[in-house]
Nanobody, 120 residues
């Protein structure tokens, strides 16, 4: 019913920048929040940044370096990542908390993930 598709990512040197984009589509009634998570090999999936009702929240490790923004009309969210560090290397997943048409409650939908690799 809902598709979440990410784009962007890739390989960059430490100190560089990347921009991730994500679009949600389908039978969407409303989106409560959109955010980005990441998962490094052998580690759990952690929250990177989330935007909800115009308010943003960031993990301490990315505060001041990453910026999340959302286009409500297009159901898209972007993550601008600056001053990247090798420890930012991970698969980045987009998440959308969506209430589909006809549903009473929202549900979390995930993208397929996009690899971000930062070389030292």
């Amino acid at each position: 019913q809902v598709q979440v598709v990410e784009s962007g990512g890739g390989l960059v040197q430490a100190g560089g920048s990347l921009r991730l984009s994500c679009a949600a589509s389908g039978s969407i009634f409303s989106i409560n929040a959109m955010g980005w998570y990441r998962q490094a090999p052998g580690k759990q999936r952690d929250l990177v940044a989330v935007i909800r009702s115009g308010r943003t929240s960031y993990a301490d490790s990315v505060e001041g370096r990453f910026t999340i923004s959302r286009d409500n009309a297009k159901n898209t969210v972007t993550l601008q990542m600056n001053s990247l560090k090798p420890e930012d290397t991970a698969v980045y997943y987009c998440n959308a908390n969506v209430r589909v048409v006809g549903a009473l409650l929202p549900y979390n939908y995930w993208g397929q993930g996009t690899q971000v690799t930062v070389s030292s």
